[in-house]
Protein backbone atom coordinates (compact mmCIF):
# COMPACT_ATOMS: atom_id res chain seq x y z
CA UNK A 1 0.00 0.00 0.00
CA UNK A 2 0.88 3.53 -1.44
CA UNK A 3 -0.36 6.38 0.65
CA UNK A 4 -0.24 10.41 -0.47
CA UNK A 5 -1.22 13.18 1.35
CA UNK A 6 -2.47 16.25 -0.04
CA UNK A 7 -4.49 18.95 1.03
CA UNK A 8 -1.88 21.19 3.45
CA UNK A 9 -1.14 24.44 3.62
CA UNK A 10 -1.20 27.79 5.41
CA UNK A 11 -4.26 29.29 6.88
CA UNK A 12 -5.35 31.76 9.80
CA UNK A 13 -6.67 30.65 13.06
CA UNK A 14 -10.23 29.53 13.26
CA UNK A 15 -10.02 28.54 9.67
CA UNK A 16 -10.12 25.12 7.85
CA UNK A 17 -8.50 23.02 5.78
CA UNK A 18 -9.38 19.81 4.29
CA UNK A 19 -6.54 16.73 4.40
CA UNK A 20 -6.84 13.73 1.97
CA UNK A 21 -4.87 10.21 2.26
CA UNK A 22 -4.98 8.46 -1.54
CA UNK A 23 -3.88 4.87 -1.25
CA UNK A 24 -3.13 2.49 -3.62
CA UNK A 25 -3.70 -0.90 -3.32
CA UNK A 26 -6.29 -3.11 -3.45
CA UNK A 27 -6.65 -4.37 -0.28
CA UNK A 28 -7.40 -0.59 1.10
CA UNK A 29 -11.08 -0.74 2.19
CA UNK A 30 -9.59 -3.75 4.65
CA UNK A 31 -7.30 -1.23 6.50
CA UNK A 32 -7.80 0.95 9.27
CA UNK A 33 -6.20 4.45 8.61
CA UNK A 34 -4.27 6.55 10.70
CA UNK A 35 -3.78 10.60 11.23
CA UNK A 36 -0.45 11.42 12.84
CA UNK A 37 1.24 14.95 13.26
CA UNK A 38 4.71 15.93 14.21
CA UNK A 39 5.35 19.54 15.03
CA UNK A 40 8.86 20.60 14.99
CA UNK A 41 11.32 18.90 18.09
CA UNK A 42 8.41 16.71 18.72
CA UNK A 43 7.29 13.31 18.53
CA UNK A 44 5.14 12.32 16.01
CA UNK A 45 1.42 12.49 17.91
CA UNK A 46 -1.64 10.56 17.32
CA UNK A 47 -4.77 12.39 15.67
CA UNK A 48 -7.45 10.65 14.53
CA UNK A 49 -8.32 7.12 13.16
CA UNK A 50 -10.64 5.08 11.63
CA UNK A 51 -11.74 1.26 10.75
CA UNK A 52 -12.46 -0.13 7.66
CA UNK A 53 -16.19 0.01 7.92
CA UNK A 54 -16.24 3.53 9.30
CA UNK A 55 -18.06 2.42 12.30
CA UNK A 56 -15.19 2.49 14.39
CA UNK A 57 -13.37 6.14 14.55
CA UNK A 58 -11.01 8.10 17.52
CA UNK A 59 -9.87 11.31 18.34
CA UNK A 60 -7.36 12.81 20.35
CA UNK A 61 -8.98 14.85 22.92
CA UNK A 62 -6.92 17.96 21.62
CA UNK A 63 -8.93 17.78 18.25
CA UNK A 64 -12.34 16.37 19.37
CA UNK A 65 -15.42 18.47 18.38
CA UNK A 66 -13.03 20.16 15.46
CA UNK A 67 -11.49 17.65 13.48
CA UNK A 68 -13.44 14.84 11.39
CA UNK A 69 -12.07 11.80 9.56
CA UNK A 70 -14.06 9.83 6.87
CA UNK A 71 -13.32 7.21 4.06
CA UNK A 72 -14.00 7.00 1.03
CA UNK A 73 -13.23 2.82 -0.07
CA UNK A 74 -14.39 3.89 -3.64
CA UNK A 75 -12.08 6.16 -3.94
CA UNK A 76 -9.44 4.81 -1.96
CA UNK A 77 -9.07 7.91 -0.40
CA UNK A 78 -9.44 9.02 3.60
CA UNK A 79 -10.89 12.83 4.39
CA UNK A 80 -9.41 15.00 7.33
CA UNK A 81 -11.73 17.79 7.99
CA UNK A 82 -10.09 20.41 10.25
CA UNK A 83 -12.23 23.26 11.58
CA UNK A 84 -11.60 26.04 13.97
CA UNK A 85 -7.55 25.32 13.62
CA UNK A 86 -5.42 26.76 16.10
CA UNK A 87 -1.67 27.37 15.71
CA UNK A 88 -0.87 24.98 18.19
CA UNK A 89 -2.02 22.68 15.33
CA UNK A 90 0.45 23.51 13.14
CA UNK A 91 2.80 20.09 12.38
CA UNK A 92 3.38 17.95 9.11
CA UNK A 93 0.12 15.81 9.06
CA UNK A 94 0.84 11.69 8.11
CA UNK A 95 -1.76 9.01 7.30
CA UNK A 96 -0.83 5.68 7.81
CA UNK A 97 -2.44 2.25 7.26
CA UNK A 98 -2.77 -0.53 9.68
CA UNK A 99 -3.58 -3.95 7.46
CA UNK A 100 -5.71 -5.88 10.35
CA UNK A 101 -8.34 -3.27 10.66
CA UNK A 102 -8.04 -1.85 14.03
CA UNK A 103 -8.13 1.53 15.12
CA UNK A 104 -5.04 1.78 16.71
CA UNK A 105 -3.19 5.26 18.50
CA UNK A 106 0.50 4.19 18.83
CA UNK A 107 3.13 4.63 15.37
CA UNK A 108 4.27 1.18 16.20
CA UNK A 109 0.65 -0.65 15.18
CA UNK A 110 0.83 0.75 11.68
CA UNK A 111 2.46 -1.06 8.69
CA UNK A 112 2.52 2.00 5.98
CA UNK A 113 2.73 5.50 5.87
CA UNK A 114 2.84 8.69 3.48
CA UNK A 115 5.43 11.33 3.10
CA UNK A 116 3.14 14.09 5.04
CA UNK A 117 1.30 17.23 4.17
CA UNK A 118 2.70 20.64 6.02
CA UNK A 119 -0.25 22.85 7.92
CA UNK A 120 0.30 25.92 9.02
CA UNK A 121 -1.99 28.20 11.44
CA UNK A 122 -1.29 31.78 11.81
CA UNK A 123 -2.44 33.44 14.70
Known amino acids: VQLVESGGGLVQAGGSLRLSCAASGRTFSSYSIGWFRQAPGEGREFVTAINWGSRNTYYANSVKGRFTISRDNAKNTVYLQMNSLKPEDTAVYYC?????????????????WGQGTQVTVSS
Open 96 to 112: AAERHGAVVVTTNGYDY
